[in-house]
């Protein structure tokens, strides 16, 4: 009776032991699998904050290029600012170098635009932005504005502004551009188990952009909730912008994997505790056979 005791609590010592490897070695690799998913999003926020840095910096000198390119229609159009055709031109030129081109205006060096708005496509957001950026003028040898999705109807819009000389006063060249080219840079790096959003510094619970496109082609609602705030833990901001970069984990997807690793824990503890004793049978069977023959 008594070896078959110490047999039992041979066997128990062996189960315990085995359990404290597998839960040691189990947390350790969690600390891992977070550790390393930290990384991969600070990897992926650095790349996207990079890419979509340079896409704004060279649409700011496209910008300053065309403006130098054309600046003899540029003169003329400030001198006749209700000459039309020639308005259209600079579109129609405007719309072949950038495919997200969305409309442009002249203003003056107060930020009031001095072109005919037709179809009044320079909104009350975009005539604010114009009277920052000409407040600016003067101040600076280069003055850039600070890009924020603007919100008109069917038209979300950022806008880029250059300084514009024109027969010796200073104006201010304005192009308004979609959100395309930004939707897609975050299409291209979110990687499964996380979702990347730019959202406004000044209110880091609204999203401006997805990999759906601007605000106003979220499937989801444009706020992110107490929740998805806290699980954002990699963000960085986007120089030159009011805008902020972060990446969403997908919750489950974290958990699940999570999940993952303990089962593996309760189904190697499960097969080594029924094989300890399926061995403890066998031996008890062995050693009952022996003392009959005996």
């Known amino acids: 009776m008594l070896k078959r005791m110490e047999v039992f609590m041979i066997a128990s010592i062996l189960i315990l032991v085995t359990s404290i490897v597998m839960v040691v070695y189990t947390m350790e690799r969690e600390q891992e699998f977070r550790a390393h998913n930290r990384d991969i999003q600070t990897a992926v926020v650095d790349s996207a904050v990079y890419a979509i840095d340079l896409q704004l ?16 229609l540029f003169r003329h159009l400030e001198r006749f600012p209700d000459d039309e055709i020639s308005a259209e031109r600079v579109q129609q030129r405007l719309q072949q170098r950038f495919p997200d081109f969305f409309t442009f205006t002249i ?33 600076a040898q280069q003055t850039t504005n600070e890009i924020f999705i603007h919100p008109q109807p069917f038209h979300y819009h950022y806008d880029v502004m250059a300084s514009l000389d024109t027969n010796g006063y200073s104006k201010i060249f304005f192009v308004s551009f979609y959100l395309d080219e930004i939707a897609d840079i975050l299409k291209t790096h979110e990687i499964p188990g996380q979702q990347l959003f730019i959202v406004r510094q000044s209110n880091p619970g609204l999203i401006e952009v997805s990999r759906e496109g601007a605000r106003d082609k979220l499937k ?46 309760v189904v190697v503890l499960c097969i080594t505790t029924v094989a300890y004793f399926i061995m403890i049978t066998i031996i008890f069977t062995i050693s009952d056979r022996k003392q009959d023959e005996a």
């Not at 496509?121 to 003028?137: P, R």
């Not at 902020?244 to 824990?265: C, K, M, S, T």
Request: charged share 30%.
């Open 57 to 72: 910096e060279n649409k700011r000198r496209h910008v300053n290029l065309f403006m130098d390119e054309y600046s003899r």
């Open 107 to 139: 203003a003056d060096h107060r930020g009031m635009p001095v072109l005919l708005d037709v179809e009044t496509l320079v909104g009350e957001a975009c005539q604010t932005d114009l009277s920052d950026f000409a407040s600016k003028l003067g101040r």
């Open 220 to 265: 989801r609602n444009a706020e992110l909730t107490a929740g998805e705030q806290n699980r954002i833990l990699v963000f960085a901001n986007i120089p030159g912008t009011d805008w902020r970069l972060v990446n969403l984990p997908d919750a489950d997807f974290e958990q699940d994997y999570i999940d993952g690793l303990w089962h593996e824990v």
